[in-house]
């Protein structure tokens, strides 16, 4: 079975030759298999690009070489999918097959790279989407469901007949159930809805609040679902905001609370962890298993039934109960694989291979040690030592969540003299907002520190840096060709920078275009590629897909490795924090109040001091040795509370 992708974004019949219908052999005999829109047999729709019928296509390859911009894929896929796809966008554009299956009073997880469908997915079994089985003719891309669409529907409910997935769109059909829908985009809330942020968490609330009689996330605790959210949340303060005002953290937690108290069956989530620290992680995680799957009425059974697309895999190894993985190419297809146990299938996905699919992911699995692997060398030589610093923000608003400095309130953070040994990757780990992004722009020579230092106003000297900020913007009209070339780059940064982080694919898009992995991907490349004694990077991992997430482990890991060099990465991703770091630099603090460094530490101690102070313990994996977040209040969370080992035994 074939399918032939056009990349219409990268597709520029003006600019070419049409070398696609010119050389292909099919076209040559007289077969229509490549025929230019707006031409006889197109589609009319005038814009001159191609259409390829699958049909007739010989699958020889040609018009992929021969196309000057890399605009067409031709793709074997395994028979066993033909009949099994659910929605393609348009006429050669990308295909999902499969679909994940809801279960009542359980999570289920979507895990895999971005551009493979689970979106898609989850606007389908939102009903925001209504699929069209791969036959582009039936619906029209992104219809909403109304009577017109009814149609569609049946042939839907017919194909699922005899599974679980036929009650589920019957019912979503004739609206016996009710869902809600985070979206993965907060960033457009603002948008949207002009307001403070309780008006925006009134107007979702459907839960009784106050009387605590509604059957949403409020039902039965006797106080109103918003206020209790709210203080689990931690968003007291900014409930008072406007929304166009709340840090990327806040406005995750708003977007988390809105559709926890809407009065729902099936609640979707495209996303919870984006721009939260490792605390809000596994609290946002634990409200949404509390709020939703508890089993208030003593049948055994959990009440709602929830679905959720995540890359941290040790957050969605604590919240869901099974997983559906999605592979395939990005941008051109996507397969959902059946459900697997959580365990089983965050493992499969780590180690590369799919067994009951007999599908390679990944060239090679990724490892977990029991001790990081540097630990056992021999100690590395101190490379540079700084002394302390103090830095404090008068009462002035900083960036917000990620930055410190509380309008009105100011902050100060104290940093310790300390050292960064030749060679080490120091990983640096602490809530948001109590100041670790201040010590790296201190670091960095971004900001002065306000005393310490020597009174130079600068903490390292004479060496040079590097330095990736938090936050990443990408506005420019210009091609990521043209800035990466900008940089200078050697023969090494092309083969160990560029190559590993995928950023050869993207260098024919304009920087304002790049997605949020891809742009966070571009900017810690161009990091990589500035020569320097010490490079700083800050929150690499934010935006990026559990892919890009493991090719920059990967790609980081061997930087440090080969050319020698000491590295600060912050971050809160605890699986990349574990396979990157070799020594912990940990902080303490009051969010948006005050904050210090604690210090460097090996990393059992290091995140024994910052597990504690979440509240939070986590186990080693027995098979993969990854770490696992403990239950809280489990027997294994207090046998380890109890020992004062809060990271792997
Ligand atoms: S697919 Fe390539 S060769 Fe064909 S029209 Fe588009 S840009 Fe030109
Ligand atoms: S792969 Fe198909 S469409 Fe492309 S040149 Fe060969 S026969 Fe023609």
């Not at 796809?85 to 359980?106: A, S």
């Not at 099974?322 to 996905?349: A, D, F, Q, W």
């Not at 977990?368 to 002035?396: D, L």
């Not at 109040?593 to 910052?610: A, D, I, P, R, T």
Request: glycine fraction near 12%.
């Amino acid at each position: 079975m074939r399918i032939a992708i056009l990349k219409r974004d990268k597709c520029q019949p003006k600019k070419c030759e049409q070398e696609c219908v010119k050389y292909c052999p099919m076209v040559r005999t007289g077969a229509e298999t490549i025929v230019l829109s707006g031409s006889a047999g197109g589609d009319g729709s005038g814009d001159g690009k191609p259409k390829i019928s699958e049909e007739l296509c010989e699958g020889c390859g040609i018009c992929v070489k021969k196309c000057p911009f890399d605009a067409i894929s031709i793709i074997g896929l395994p028979e066993e999918l033909k009949g099994e796809e659910t929605h393609r966008y348009g006429e050669n554009g990308f295909v999902l097959y499969g679909m994940p299956i809801p279960k009542p009073g359980k999570v289920v997880g979507l895990v895999g790279e971005n551009g493979t469908g689970k979106s898609t997915a989850i606007k389908i079994l939102s009903g925001l989407q209504v699929p069209n089985l791969g036959s582009v003719e039936k619906v029209v891309e992104d219809e909403v469901v109304d009577a017109e669409a009814k149609g569609g529907w049946n042939a839907i409910i017919k194909k699922y007949a005899g599974s679980e997935l036929q009650n589920y769109f019957n019912a979503l059909q004739k609206d016996k159930i009710k869902v809600a829908y985070k979206p993965q985009n907060i960033d457009a809330i603002p948008k949207f809805f002009d307001g403070k942020v309780r008006e925006l968490l009134e107007s979702t609330d459907e839960s009784g609040t106050g009387a605590g009689a509604g059957a949403g996330a409020g039902a039965g605790t006797g106080a109103g679902a918003v206020e209790r959210l709210v203080k689990n949340f931690g968003l007291e303060e900014a409930v008072e905001r406007e929304v166009k005002d709340l840090s990327g953290g806040e406005l995750q937690r708003v977007a988390v609370v809105a559709c926890l108290v809407r009065d729902a069956d099936f609640y979707f989530f495209d996303e919870i962890t984006p721009y939260l620290d490792i605390y809000q992680r596994v609290s946002v995680a634990k409200q949404i298993k509390e709020s939703l799957c508890g089993d208030r009425d003593g049948d055994g059974n959990g009440e709602k039934s929830v679905v959720v697309v995540e890359h941290d895999l040790a957050v969605l190894d604590m919240l869901a109960d099974y997983v559906h993985l999605l592979y395939g190419s990005p941008g051109e297809y996507g397969v959902v694989t059946m459900p697997k146990s959580t365990n089983r299938g965050i493992n499969e996905y780590l180690s590369g291979f799919l067994q009951a699919e007999n599908v390679r992911i990944r060239d090679k699995p990724i490892e977990f040690t029991a001790h990081p692997p540097r630990e056992k060398q021999e100690a590395r030589s101190v490379f540079i030592e700084y002394e302390g610093f103090e830095k404090s923000y008068g009462g002035v608003g900083g960036e917000g969540e990620g930055s410190e400095g509380v309008e009105g309130k100011g902050f100060v953070l104290a940093a310790k003299a300390g050292s960064v040994e030749k060679g080490e990757v120091l990983g640096v780990v602490g809530r948001n907002a109590i100041g670790k992004s201040t010590f790296l722009k201190v670091l960095a020579g971004e900001t002065e520190p306000t005393a310490g230092a020597g009174g130079s106003g600068k903490v390292l000297l004479d060496i040079k840096i590097s330095y990736k900020p938090q936050y990443v913007r990408g506005a420019s009209e210009m091609s990521v060709k043209d800035f990466i070339y900008s940089l200078k780059l050697t023969d090494a940064d092309a083969v160990e920078v560029l190559a590993p982080l995928g950023i050869r694919k993207l260098e024919e898009k304009q920087m304002k275009d790049l997605s949020g992995g891809e742009l966070q991907s571009v900017a810690v490349a161009a990091c990589l590629c500035q020569p320097a004694d010490l490079y700083i990077l800050d929150e690499p991992s934010a935006h990026l897909d559990v892919e890009q997430k493991v090719r920059l482990i990967k790609t980081v890991r061997r930087f440090a490795e080969r050319r020698g060099v000491s590295m600060l990465v912050v971050d809160h991703d605890i699986y990349l924090i574990d396979l990157l770091s070799d020594r912990l630099m940990v902080f303490d603090g009051v969010p948006g109040v005050w904050g210090e460094s604690k210090g460097c530490f090996g990393m059992q101690e290091g995140m024994n001091l910052f597990l504690q102070d979440l509240g939070v313990t986590f186990r080693r994996d027995l098979s993969t040795l990854r770490p696992r977040i403990n239950k809280i209040g489990s027997a294994k969370d207090r046998e380890q509370k109890a020992e004062g080992k809060y990271y792997y035994l």
